[in-house]
């Protein structure tokens, strides 16, 4: 990718190349997800996806919008979307058989995790009792209670709305 070069004329290493890959991947994923698979970049994209894919890239790498008629932005694409596309229908029919053989187990719905002891202790639960579904995602809520004045003075801090921070576990 020696074709792009930052705004000073510098060319981009190999570390920012394979970011603006990976991003032209995800944004490619994206348009599978809408039903948007085209038989190639070049001759099947609509012009629609087209655009919606130059400025998504030109936002995230703003090298990429040093040219004309965003041709650097299709190059990326021209260069990978085909191979990513192969991988893409490759994987889907893999994931697939993966589904037709979990669907055929028994109840794949009853694997279960347990809560840590710790956890169940403070909780004051019995931990046999206790479980967490794998699938779902688990969210720690803290609440907030600052000791003396909000900051300013009974509202809270201007990146938050309310005193409620969920985090991540």
Known sequence: MRYIQHENGEIIDGWR???IRRYARSIFVGFAMDGKLFSSWVEGSDMTSRNDYYRYMVARFPE????????KSEQIAGEIYS???GHWITRGKTSS??????TSKDDPSHKKTKVSESMSKSAS?????????DSA????????RPLGLHW???RPPPETNSSLWILPS
Not at 64 to 71: A, Y
Not at 97 to 102: A, I, T
Not at 137 to 144: E, H, R, V
């Open 97 to 102: 058989k993966r589904q037709l053989e979990e």
């Open 83 to 85: 191979q990513w596309r």
């Open 137 to 144: 995602p688990q969210i720690n809520i803290i609440l907030i």
């Open 64 to 71: 990429l919008g040093l040219c004309e008629l965003d041709w």
């Open 152 to 154: 300013p003075w009974d």
């Open 17 to 19: 190349g394979a970011e």
């Open 125 to 133: 639960l019995d931990p046999s009792s206790v479980y967490l579904s």
